[in-house]
C-alpha cells in the first residue's frame, strides 16, 4: 500500500486538467508543491518515452528519492480513429501521472485501466470541452475510490 | 623545463617501471606464484583485519602494483596500467579494502576511457568505484566527488549529458552548499541535453536554490530561482508558480530589494487556489514588505479583488435622463420605441447629433455627450478570489477631463473641477459586490474615464485601465452602439449644464389588488436656473395609467368621481378619446420654472391582475438656452404587482316572453385571502341598456360585504331602456353611447346603475361615463376584445375599507372597478319579436266562432336592414287528424261547454313531458292537447325591417271552442341585408325561429 500519492491528469500541454492527492498520509504544508514539482519534471522523460514505445503503461520512469513516477499515456490512435479529428487531436497526448512510493505494479496498473474508462466517459459527456480542466466532483470521488481500491 | 622533464623525469619513471614490473612479475606473475599467493593470502587474513580493511604498507607488493599501474598510466602506457590496475583490484576486493579498490577501480575507468575501447567497462567501473565510494560514507566524500566528477566528465564527453545530470544528482550528499552547486549544474546538463528538459531544468533549479538558501547564500538562492522563473513563466502548474515568486519575493525582501520582491509577491496574490492558510500568509507577507519599502506602490491591473470587465456599466445622461437606476437599466429599445412619435428628431432619423456636428470637431462626433454638473455613474463589480476578507478603501475612478481642442490656450487646470466618488467596502471570503462610481464633470471641456483604483490596506494602490481592445475594436467598427454595452465608450463631451427635470409618483402603491382605481399626482421638479416648456408625455401601459385633466388636481377621491347633475361630460370624454394611445400633451401654456415644480393628476387603474412594468417618458424643451441639446426626455419606471381580487363574469339569457329583455346572472368570487369587500354599483355600459334587480340586495347579501373566498351571485333584468319606465326603485339611467346613437338623445337617460350597497346608504354613485372611468373602460373595451355590435359592458364597484395590503392612503376607502366588456348579445337572433294580444277571452260560442286579433312586434336589433317572412303554420298536415283525434278523446264536445275540462288534461300531459324540454316537443304535446283553432289573417307575410326598426305585423286567429290555445305554430324566416364593410363575420345572415308558446285562454260567456 502506497502512503502518499499523488494522480495528476496532463493534457497535451503539459497543462495539468486534474490533480486528486489519493494517498492516506497528511501533507506537510512546506511540501505541497514538491508532487507538482516532481510530475512535471518527469513530463520531459514521458515526452522521449511516450515515441519509443507502444505500451500504455510506462513503469518508474523517474524517480526523486523515494519517489517513483509511473504514468499511463492514452494510446488512442488506434481507438478513437473513427472519430472526428478535433477529438482523437485532444485525447492523444493526454496522460494519467501517479506518484507513489511503492510498487504496487499490478495495483496500479488497474487504477490506470479504470481512471482511463472514467476520463473517456467525461470525454463524451457534449459539454466538456477536450483539454480543460475536469471540475466534475462525480469523476473526483469515483477516482478517490479507485484510489483506495487499487492502491 | 622540457629538457629536464624529458631527459630526468622520464627515462627515470621509465627506469623505474621497469624495476618494479620485475619485481611484480617475479612475485605475483606465472602460475606459480599464483598459487602461492593464494596460499600466502589465506593466513594473512586471519592475523591482519583492521576495520578498516587490511593496512598496506608501501613495501607491500599491492602497494608496488598500484605504483606501478600509476608509472603506466602517466606515461600512457594504459595497457600495462590496465593489467595491473586489474591485478590487484581482484586482490583489494578479496581484503574487503574498500577504499582501495575503488580507487583502483576509478582509475581503470578512466584508464578504460582513455584507451577509449569498451565505454560500457569504463562506465561500469566508475559506477562500482562511485558506489563503493558511497557505500563507505562521509569520509571518503570528496574522493566519491572526484570519482563522480571524472565520471561525469567522461559521459559529457561522450555526449551523454542526460546521464550527467543524473551523476551530478548523485553527488549531492548531506554537505548543503556542496549538493547546491551540484544539482545547479544537474540544472545546466539538462538544459543542455539535446532536446533540452526544460521540465527537469526548472527542478533542479528549484532544489539548488532551496539547498543554497538552506546555507543562507541568498544571492545564488535568487539567482538559482530568477532562471526557474523563466522556465515557469505562465505556466498552469498554479502550485509551483506560488512557490517559485513566493520564496523569490521573501528572498529578495531579505536582500533588501522591496521593489522587486513586490514585484514576484504580486504573482501570487490572488492564487485562489490555495488554502486558507497560504492565502493568509502571502497576504501578510506582501503588505509586511509593501510596508518596509515605506512608499506607496501604485500597482496596474492589481489582481486583488478582481474586477470584472464585462460587468462594467456606464450610464449618463445626454437628452434621456432618468428618475431612477431602475429606469437607466431598462433596454433602450423600450425608450426609444415609447418616443418614437414624441421627439420630432427621431422619427426623422437625424437626432440631435447631425446638429452638433458643425460644433463638435469630427474626431469626437463619435463620443458621447454628457452634461455639466450632473453625475456618470459607473457600475463595475469586484470579486475576492481569496478565501480570506479582504478591505478595500478609497475606491475611485481616474478620469480626465480636457478642454476642448479650440480652447486649449486657456491653460486652466481643468482637472480640479472634476467631482469624483469614493467607496470603502470590504469583502468577505469569495464575495462578489457591485460598486456604484461617479464622476460628475463641473465644466465643459472633453471627459474620459480612464480606469478605476482602489487602495488594498493603506499602502497599496491598485489601478486598472477600462481601456482595452474592446475599445478599440468598437472604433474600428465605426459605429455608435447604444451606450448599455459593457465596453461602453468611455469618452464624453462635457457640455454646458441643462435644466435637468426630476419627476416621481409619489404614492403608486408596489403592490395592490386587481381594479384597484386611485388617483396619483406626477411631480416634477425642475432644479436649475432655466425654464422648461412644451411638455409631453407618454405612458407605456395607458391600461393602468394615463394622465387626468389638471382640474382634478386638488380633488378629493373618490368624492370627484360621483355623479354629479348637471356637468357637461362631453368634453372631458372627447378629449380623453382623442388621446387614446397617444402623447398627452400638457397644456401650451404650462412650463416648469427655475425650482419649481409641477404637479400633474394621473389616473392609476391596475387592471388585470400579474406584475406590470409601467414606462413614463416626458418630453421637454429647454427655454432660452442656445445648447447643441434642444429637448430632453425623462423616463420613469415603476414596478406594480396586482394581485387577483374580485373575479366577476356575468351570463346574459334572453328572456321568452318579453322582447328586448334579458336575464343577468353576475357572479362574484372573492379570490384574495384576507380583504372584505363592499359592493357598491353596478352600471352598465352598452347600448341603451337598463338594469334592475330582480331582488333586493339584501335577501343576497345582507352585510353587503363579499368576505374572502365567498361566492356572490346575483340576477339583474336587462331591458332596452327607451321602454323604461319608472317603477323600479333603483334610480335608473339609461346610457346612450354617443358612437352608436346621435349626440342629441335624452342627456339624462345615458346609462343606467344599480346601487347595491345597503338601502338607507345615501352614498352617491360613481359616475361612470366621465373622465377616468370612462377612459379605463374604453382602454379595457380594448383590450378586451374586438368591439362588435350587440354588446353590453358592465363596470362594477367596490370598495375596500380596512386593505391589508400596503396603500398610500390608509385612510381612504380604495376604490375597485372591475370591468367586463363584450358581454355577447349576438349569439342570439338579431330579429326578436313578441305576440301580443288579450290571454282571456269570453266569448259566447254559440253565436259565432271566436275571432281573436294578434300583435305581433318584430324588432330589428341589428345594424342591417333585414326581410323578415312570417308564416302560420294553418292546418298543420300531419298533426291535424291526431289532434282532432285528441279533441275527440278528450270528449268534449263543442255544446257541452266544458271548457274548464280541459286544463287538467294539459298539466296532466305536462308532468308527463318534464322531462323532455325541447321546445318542439313540448308544442306538439300542448298541440295535441289543445283544441284547434285556425290562422286567420295572411298566412304568410313579408316585410322589409329597416336597422334599428320596429314592425307591427296584425296577425288573427279564430277559434271554435273554448279552450286553452298555443299560438306558437308559426315560423319566421329572417335574412340580413349584407351591409358593406360588415364588421362582424361571425354572425349569422339568416335564419329560422320557432315561434313562443303563447296561451290562450277562450272561455265560454254566460
Known amino acids: 500500500m502506497t502512503t502518499a500519492a499523488c494522480f495528476i491528469i496532463a493534457s497535451r500541454n503539459d497543462i495539468p486538467i486534474y490533480e486528486a492527492e489519493v494517498g492516506s498520509a497528511a501533507k506537510r504544508e512546506d511540501a505541497a508543491q514538491l508532487p507538482q514539482f516532481i510530475l512535471q519534471a518527469a513530463l520531459d522523460i514521458v515526452q522521449d518515452l511516450a515515441w519509443t514505445t507502444s505500451a500504455m503503461i510506462l513503469k518508474t520512469i523517474d524517480k526523486f528519492n523515494d519517489l517513483v513516477v509511473s504514468v499511463y499515456v492514452t494510446d488512442d490512435h488506434i481507438l478513437n480513429i473513427s472519430k472526428p479529428i478535433h477529438f482523437l487531436h485532444f485525447i492523444i497526448h493526454t ?57 | 623545463m622540457q629538457e629536464l622533464s624529458s631527459k630526468h623525469i622520464i627515462p627515470y619513471m621509465e627506469q623505474k617501471i621497469r624495476l618494479l614490473n620485475q619485481q611484480v612479475s617475479s612475485t605475483r606473475k606465472g602460475f606459480r606464484n599464483q598459487f602461492k599467493n593464494l596460499w600466502w593470502r589465506k593466513g594473512k587474513e586471519d592475523a591482519l583485519d583492521t576495520t578498516n580493511g587490511p593496512v598496506y604498507t608501501f613495501s607491500s607488493i599491492e602497494s608496488q602494483i598500484r605504483v606501478l599501474g600509476d608509472y603506466a598510466f602517466m606515461l600512457r602506457d594504459y595497457e600495462l596500467a590496465v593489467s595491473s590496475y586489474r591485478l590487484i583490484s581482484t586482490d583489494y576486493k578479496l581484503d574487503k579494502a574498500w577504499k582501495c579498490y575503488a580507487g583502483v577501480q576509478e582509475m581503470i575507468g578512466l584508464t578504460y576511457f582513455m584507451l577509449d575501447q569498451s565505454r560500457k567497462e569504463a562506465e561500469y567501473c566508475m559506477e562500482n568505484a562511485f558506489n563503493t565510494y558511497l557505500k563507505l560514507g562521509s569520509a571518503v566524500q570528496q574522493n566519491a566527488t572526484r570519482c563522480g566528477l571524472w565520471w561525469i566528465e567522461m559521459l559529457k564527453t561522450r555526449n551523454q549529458i542526460k546521464e550527467a545530470a543524473t551523476v551530478y544528482f548523485r553527488i549531492c550528499g548531506e554537505d548543503l552548499l556542496h549538493s547546491a552547486v551540484m544539482l545547479e549544474q544537474a540544472s545546466f546538463c539538462y538544459l543542455l541535453s539535446k532536446p533540452p528538459m526544460l521540465h527537469k531544468y526548472g527542478f533542479h533549479l528549484v532544489l539548488s536554490g532551496d539547498h543554497y538558501k538552506k546555507c543562507d547564500q541568498i544571492k545564488h538562492a535568487i539567482r538559482t530561482y530568477r532562471n526557474a522563473v523563466s522556465v515557469y513563466r505562465g505556466t498552469t502548474w498554479n502550485l509551483i508558480k506560488d512557490r517559485v515568486h513566493f520564496h523569490i519575493g521573501q528572498w529578495y525582501a531579505s536582500l533588501g530589494m522591496y521593489d522587486v520582491a513586490v514585484t514576484h509577491m504580486l504573482e501570487i496574490l490572488a492564487s485562489s487556489h490555495q488554502s486558507k492558510t497560504s492565502q493568509e500568509l502571502f497576504l501578510r507577507d506582501f503588505l509586511h514588505i509593501v510596508q518596509k519599502t515605506g512608499k506607496t506602490f501604485e500597482v496596474l491591473k492589481l489582481q486583488l479583488p478582481v474586477i470584472n470587465i464585462p460587468s462594467l456599466k456606464v450610464i449618463f445622461e445626454d437628452h434621456r435622463t432618468y428618475a431612477s437606476p431602475a429606469a437607466a437599466s431598462i433596454k433602450e429599445g423600450v425608450w426609444r420605441s415609447l418616443e418614437e412619435d414624441m421627439i420630432p428628431s427621431l422619427s426623422a432619423k437625424s437626432n440631435w447629433l447631425d446638429v452638433q456636428s458643425k460644433l463638435i470637431p469630427r474626431k469626437y462626433k463619435e463620443s458621447n455627450i454628457c452634461v455639466a454638473g450632473e453625475a456618470i455613474i459607473v457600475d463595475i463589480e469586484f470579486k475576492n478570489p481569496l478565501q480570506i476578507p479582504i478591505s478595500i478603501l478609497n475606491v475611485s475612478l481616474i478620469c480626465e477631463l480636457s478642454a476642448n481642442p479650440e480652447e486649449l490656450n486657456s491653460g486652466k487646470d481643468i482637472n480640479s473641477s472634476l467631482v469624483l466618488s469614493e467607496v470603502d ?65 468611455l469618452k464624453f463631451i462635457v457640455i454646458k449644464s441643462l435644466p435637468r427635470l426630476q419627476g416621481f409618483i409619489p404614492s403608486l402603491p408596489e403592490k395592490t389588488y386587481a381594479g384597484d382605481l386611485r388617483h396619483l399626482v406626477l411631480e416634477l421638479n425642475n432644479q436649475s436656473k432655466f425654464p422648461v416648456k412644451n411638455l409631453k408625455m407618454k ?93 430632453r426626455t425623462l423616463r420613469m419606471h415603476y414596478n406594480l404587482q396586482v394581485l387577483p381580487s374580485l373575479d366577476v363574469s356575468f351570463e346574459l339569457s334572453p328572456c321568452p316572453s318579453r322582447l328586448e329583455e334579458f336575464l343577468l346572472r353576475m357572479d362574484v368570487v372573492n379570490k384574495t385571502s384576507s380583504e372584505c369587500f363592499q359592493i357598491h354599483q353596478l352600471s352598465s355600459v352598452g347600448q341603451q341598456w337598463d338594469v334592475s334587480l330582480l331582488q333586493p340586495v339584501d335577501s343576497i347579501l345582507p352585510s353587503q360585504s363579499l368576505f374572502a373566498g365567498q361566492v356572490l351571485s346575483c340576477f339583474f333584468m336587462l331591458k332596452v331602456g327607451t321602454t323604461i319606465e319608472e317603477l323600479a326603485p333603483w334610480i335608473i339611467h339609461l346610457y346612450r353611447r354617443k358612437s352608436s346613437t346621435s349626440e342629441d338623445s335624452n342627456p339624462l337617460f345615458l346609462q343606467s346603475d344599480v346601487r347595491l350597497g345597503p338601502p338607507g346608504n345615501s352614498e352617491a354613485l360613481f359616475d361612470v361615463c366621465s373622465s377616468p372611468l370612462a377612459d379605463f373602460h374604453d382602454y379595457e373595451r380594448l383590450y378586451q376584445g374586438m368591439s362588435c355590435q350587440g354588446n353590453v359592458d358592465f363596470v362594477f364597484i367596490t370598495q375596500l375599507w380596512r386593505g391589508n395590503i400596503d396603500s398610500g392612503a390608509p385612510h381612504r376607502p380604495l376604490l375597485f372597478s372591475h370591468h367586463v366588456c363584450h358581454c355577447s348579445l349576438s349569439s342570439f337572433s338579431p330579429i326578436s319579436w313578441f305576440v301580443d294580444g288579450p290571454r282571456t277571452i269570453q266569448h259566447n260560442f254559440s253565436a259565432s266562432p271566436c275571432g281573436v286579433n294578434l300583435k305581433m312586434t318584430i324588432n330589428n336589433s341589428s345594424d342591417a336592414a333585414s326581410s323578415v317572412h312570417v308564416k302560420t303554420f294553418d292546418a298543420p298536415s300531419s298533426n291535424s287528424q291526431s289532434i282532432d283525434a285528441t279533441a275527440s278523446q278528450s270528449g268534449l264536445p263543442l255544446e257541452n261547454q266544458a271548457g274548464w275540462f280541459s286544463i287538467p288534461a294539459v298539466n296532466d300531459t305536462k308532468v308527463i313531458t318534464t322531462d323532455a324540454l325541447a321546445k318542439r316537443i313540448t308544442k306538439s304535446v300542448s298541440l295535441e292537447s289543445a283544441p284547434q283553432f285556425i ?54 345572415s339568416s335564419g329560422e325561429c320557432q315561434g313562443y308558446p303563447c296561451y290562450l285562454t277562450v272561455l265560454q260567456s254566460t
Open chain 1, 95 to 151: 496522460r494519467f501521472m501517479l506518484l507513489h512510493d511503492s510498487r504496487s505494479d499490478d495495483g496500479i496498473k488497474s487504477f490506470f485501466q479504470e481512471v482511463h474508462e472514467l476520463y473517456i466517459k467525461s470525454l463524451l459527456n457534449p459539454l466538456y470541452l477536450p483539454g480543460s480542466r475536469i471540475t466534475s466532483s462525480h469523476f473526483d470521488t469515483k477516482v478517490g475510490a479507485l484510489a483506495r481500491k487499487y492502491l
Open chain 2, 539 to 631: 405612458i407605456s401601459n395607458p391600461r393602468f395609467l394615463n394622465a387626468g385633466n389638471q382640474s382634478y388636481l386638488n380633488v378629493e377621491f373618490p368624492a370627484c368621481l360621483e355623479k354629479k347633475l348637471n356637468v357637461e361630460q362631453s368634453d372631458g370624454h372627447a378629449k380623453a378619446k382623442k388621446m387614446l394611445q397617444n402623447v398627452f400633451h400638457f397644456p401650451e401654456d404650462i412650463s416648469v420654472q427655475e425650482e419649481t415644480s409641477l404637479s400633474w393628476p394621473l389616473w392609476f387603474h391596475a387592471a388585470v391582475p400579474g406584475n406590470i412594468s409601467l414606462y413614463i417618458t416626458v418630453y421637454y424643451e429647454m427655454e432660452n438656452v442656445s445648447s447643441i441639446m434642444k429637448f
Open chain 2, 425 to 489: 467596502f470590504s469583502l468577505e471570503g469569495g464575495e462578489t459586490i457591485l460598486v456604484q462610481l461617479t464622476v460628475t464633470p463641473r465644466v465643459e471641456g472633453i471627459l474620459t474615464i480612464v480606469g478605476v483604483k482602489w487602495k488594498l490596506s493603506s499602502s497599496v494602490v491598485g489601478l486598472h485601465n477600462f481601456e482595452s481592445n474592446s475599445v478599440n475594436k468598437r472604433i474600428a467598427k465605426g459605429r455608435r452602439k447604444p451606450k448599455h454595452s459593457p465596453s461602453a465608450d
Open chain 2, 935 to 988: 290562422w286567420t289573417g295572411s298566412s304568410s307575410t313579408k316585410l322589409k325591417l329597416q336597422p334599428r326598426a320596429t314592425a307591427e305585423v296584425p296577425l288573427q286567429i279564430c277559434v271554435f271552442a273554448p279552450g286553452i290555445y298555443d299560438l306558437s305554430n308559426y315560423a319566421l324566416n329572417w335574412n340580413l341585408a349584407p351591409i358593406e364593410e360588415s364588421q362582424g363575420e361571425a354572425n349569422k
